[in-house]
């Protein structure tokens, strides 16, 4: 005797329960009764259907009923059946059907059952062939097929706008976080996400519809995802993103998508002036050079926060918090009134420690609108050494992983409820970060002008 299970291609139904003839010719075979037993799928989802599809030669030198039975391991329901037979009775029961078709002597046909499970259970097809009423005992094939339980989860997402006001052609980011609130891992996590008109991924050969290969979360397990955008028309824009699975359901679709929307300014000069306000001078604690400029709102109204844009530098700025058009600008998180101004510390990076010259007209001042400023949760890096500086500056000390992201956050009380975030966050270059809070830009203050001033360190994704 042979066997055969095979992947179903073809589909044969012609409508619910029909009952239809196929001319169909089989080739010889030696055996008394040959069959193959094929299904669509093994794996499901409950209430979809599964085809099992039977095909038989009767060689047996006998004119029989052949009698054919699916034996279910759990409650099944039949929507649909096909076969060539005539005469061919079917009969079903909550865990078994049963086919009878007469087969004459050195022909065949088929049969093909659709069935459903309501259940989320491992469902397992026992089929058994055989010819009663003579003394042969006939021939059974058990074939098993599994339909895994059912994936039950629940997918949520988050997307965060941008904290720093965003203006035309900067290159920023926004976070998309995927979580699997359920007790059973979600497989097959995907993230697409969606930009509207004017902000472009920065690979500019990539879609504006990409699509994140998650993978696998486990139960109450979430992803944080950062993704690089630029901005290249101003106005109101929203970001989103949505998450599926290739396995399982999901028990609240409503929280599978989110967006997020900030607007994007045009970059408008003339409200603000910068003016160099002492000499490039080398700070032995860093081994950068420094320089400090006056930013003055020399404006009728006030300025939200403010940006200064350095042109036709020779070295690079250590304390950029972006770039617009490539050129590196440093960020003012605070309020200037009319007529207020503010000292910035520019850092540059310079091999021979030799000042060079930053002319007035190098710099571009603009007001820009307020930073959104997340409350920190309780730090995650324990900050390992705190020692006020001479300078009457304060350094910071941490562990750190060499390539990941830091931001810091400050505030004037212990329970931070005037959070700030500290401009730029710090790409950790060893195991170790020192950081100084030596004021504007950095800080919205000098240290040594507050009563008080409290850090978290937080990992960025």
């Known amino acids: 005797m042979q066997s055969y299970i095979k992947a179903f291609t073809v589909l044969r139904f012609l409508g619910p329960l029909a009952i239809f003839f196929i001319a169909t010719t089989f080739p ?3 055996q008394l009764l040959i069959f193959d037993a ?32 699916n034996r279910f391991s759990a409650p099944i329901v039949l929507t649909d059946f096909g076969t060539n037979l005539f005469n061919t009775v079917i009969s079903v029961e909550s865990n078994q059907i049963v086919a009878v078709a007469q087969v004459p002597l050195g022909q065949g046909g088929f049969v093909d059952l659709q069935v459903t499970s309501t259940n989320a259970t491992v469902l397992t097809n026992f089929v058994t062939f055989s010819l009663p009423a003579t003394n042969f005992p006939g021939v059974q094939l058990v074939t098993t097929f599994t339909n895994a339980p059912i994936v039950i989860s629940d997918l ?9 006001p965003v203006l035309v052609n900067d290159q920023f980011s926004y976070f998309v976080t995927v979580t699997n ?8 996590v995907q993230l697409t996400n969606t930009l509207p008109a004017g902000i472009t991924f920065r690979n500019t050969s990539a879609a504006n519809q990409p699509i994140i290969n998650v993978g696998d979360l486990a139960a109450n397990a979430g992803r944080r995802f950062q993704l690089f955008v630029r901005a290249t028309s101003a106005g109101s824009k929203t970001v989103s993103a949505a998450a599926g699975m290739s396995g399982g359901s999901d028990t609240n679709a409503a929280n599978n998508a989110a967006s997020a929307t900030f607007t994007v300014d045009a970059l408008v000069t003339g409200q603000l002036i910068a003016t160099n306000a002492s000499d490039m001078v080398l700070n032995f604690q860093n081994a950068l050079m420094e320089q400090t400029v006056r930013l003055v709102n020399i404006s009728s109204s006030n300025a939200a926060s403010a940006r200064l844009i350095i042109n036709n530098l020779q070295h690079p700025l250590r304390n950029a918090a972006g770039t617009n058009s490539g050129t590196p600008f440093v960020a003012y998180a605070a309020p200037l009134a009319p007529g207020e101004g503010v000292n910035l510390v520019l850092q540059y990076f310079v091999p021979a420690r030799v000042a060079f010259d930053v002319p007035n007209d190098s710099y ?3 007001a820009t609108s307020t930073y959104n400023v997340n409350v920190p949760v309780p730090s995650a890096v324990t900050i390992t050494n705190i020692v006020q500086l001479p300078s009457q500056d304060v350094m910071i000390e941490f562990p750190a992983t060499p390539g990941r992201t830091y931001t810091i956050y400050y505030s004037s009380a212990m329970d931070f409820p005037d959070a700030r975030a500290a401009i730029p966050p710090i790409v950790a270059q060893t195991s170790k970060v020192q950081w100084i809070d030596d004021g504007p830009p950095k800080t919205i203050s000098a240290v040594n002008s507050t009563t008080n001033r409290f850090y978290r360190v937080l990992l960025n994704p």
């Open 181 to 188: 609130r359920s007790g059973t891992a979600a497989t097959g």
């Open 156 to 164: 949520a997402v988050t997307v965060t706008a941008p904290s720093a």
């Open 38 to 69: 094929r299904v669509s799928h093994t794996n499901t989802l409950i209430n979809t259907p599964i085809l099992y599809s039977l095909d038989f030669t009767n060689n047996s030198g006998l004119v029989q009923n052949v009698v054919i039975t």
């Open 364 to 366: 571009v001042a603009v």
């Open 28 to 30: 010889a075979r030696a």
